[in-house]
């Protein structure tokens, strides 16, 4: 039969940010990691998809217990932790259900911030890195489709991404209610990706103009702060800038943290008092830990976010029935799609079974009526085929038919067994669902 997909991973429901940043893969190390699985526990096809608030690996596979197991030992080996401090966290979809889970995180139903936009770009970028790592084989590449036609058609067919509901938003969201005369005080932007101009977008709405930009690249950090009127500056001069700042932002892709608890309490010795706050989008975190155990620093890392814009999220909401409905419509054509791949082996298997047994029959017989002309052995010939043709025409049928719904696998398996062809399927029928 064909490939079994499974899917294993964590996200912000499953786990806490202090074990997600431990999988949290950098877009530059998943290609390597993803040609190292191939291979592993009969996976032959392998995609990755790793944002702030999950880390789902997706594998084409022979069988579905030894893919599973593949992924969960990936995941363990890469975060450098025993099974047991791992796998507690974990949580594993397969076949439909596994498609019908990434249709659902594309159109923003599986989001901390429901319907937020930037999902469907980073499940986009994750069916790329596995192309450009040669591992999107036709399973995994048809499966990503058919979540990034939901998540697109969810926002252009509902209203589930009106109104402001992201992670940006919500940090700038935060600074106001940490701070509600923001207009005095300074904003360190750290960072300078995706998030970060996010962040600067909300807060030139807001018409804030005290911000400095710190980046790693100097150049990026000047370029994103003088797009609106902000004084930039290295990362070399982050401590200095911490002592003046009164609330940072960061969101790097560093995988340490940039800000440790002894540079913290330095500068809070420098501060005289006055309370420093931290919102920390990144993951990994940016801010260690330590830090808020530290008096005169406050911490909040992307988890605390969750009900900042309770009213947006909640309008939302309104609209995911809606969007479930438009999920099951591209989750059953890919189905379909998996289904027919495997019910072909099988019709493929009982034509060449029967096509067999009638040209085994028809030469014997053949041999026994040699006084018949040539016409009429061609006449013979053309009516074992027709009925063979007859014969097997209403079980193709139906088998092409049950290939739309999960009950295909079934069908098949039960096809093959009863004509004998089961042991000539390659992989062996899993026929569990998920």
């Known amino acids: 039969m064909d490939m079994q997909i499974v899917l294993v991973g964590l996200n912000h429901k499953s786990a806490p940010v202090a074990v997600r940043e431990r999988l949290a893969f950098g877009s530059d190390q998943v290609p390597e990691h993803l040609r190292r699985l191939i291979g592993a526990g009969g996976c032959s096809e392998a995609a990755i998809l790793s944002t702030c608030n999950r880390t789902e690996v997706y594998v084409a596979c022979e069988d579905e217990a030894q893919g599973t197991e593949a ?14 401090a791992v796998a507690p966290y974990l949580y594993n979809y397969n076949g439909l259900a596994a498609a019908r889970h990434l249709a659902r995180v594309a159109a923003g139903l599986d989001s901390m911030l429901i319907g937020e936009a930037q999902i469907l770009g980073q499940v986009r970028t994750a069916l790329q890195l596995a192309q450009q790592a040669g591992t999107a084989g ?12 939901a998540g697109k058609r969810a926002r252009a067919e509902t209203a589930i991404g009106e109104g402001a509901a992201s992670v940006s938003h919500a940090a700038v969201k935060l600074a106001y209610r940490i701070a ?3 207009f005095d005080k300074e904003i360190l932007l750290i960072g300078a990706g995706k998030v970060a101009e996010l962040v600067a977008r909300h807060l030139s709405r807001k018409g804030h103009a005290r911000v400095r930009v710190a980046n790693r690249t100097e150049a990026r950090a000047r370029q994103l702060a003088e797009a609106y009127g902000w004084s930039s500056l290295p990362l ?22 940039l800000i440790g608890a002894d540079m913290v309490r330095a500068v809070l010795e420098r501060r005289r008092g006055r309370m420093l706050y931290f919102i920390d989008l990144a993951v990994p975190r940016d801010v260690d830990p330590a830090v808020q155990e530290l008096a005169g620093a406050v911490v909040y890392n992307i988890d605390d976010l969750y009900g900042v814009v309770d009213t947006t999220v909640s309008q939302r909401r309104e609209q995911v029935h809606q969007v479930e409905a438009i999920v099951e419509e591209e989750v059953r054509e890919f189905w379909t799609w998996y289904g027919q791949r495997a019910v072909a082996p099988v019709i493929a298997l009982l034509r060449q079974r029967a096509e067999a047994i009638r040209t085994q029959e028809l030469d014997k017989a053949l041999r026994r009526l040699d006084h018949l002309s040539e016409a009429d052995k061609e006449r013979i010939r053309a009516l074992s085929a027709a ?25 098949a398996a039960a096809a093959a067994q009863l004509f004998g062809v089961e042991h000539e399927l390659k992989p062996p029928a899993n026929l569990r669902f998920g």
């Not at 992924?71 to 047991?84: I, N, Q, W």
């Not at 007859?390 to 069908?411: D, M, N, W």
């Open 138 to 149: 036709p399973h995994v590449t048809r499966l990503f489709e058919a979540a990034l036609r």
């Open 387 to 411: 009925i063979v043709n007859k014969l097997l025409h209403e079980p193709t049928v139906r088998l092409k038919e049950q290939a739309r719904s999960p009950e295909g696998y079934r069908f």
């Open 180 to 182: 509600p005369s923001l």
């Open 71 to 84: 992924v969960v030992g990936f995941l363990c080996a890469f975060a450098g932790e025993p099974r047991a």
């Open 236 to 257: 070399e001069q982050l401590a200095a800038a911490l002592e003046a700042a009164d609330i940072v932002i960061s969101s790097t892709g560093a995988p340490e943290p």
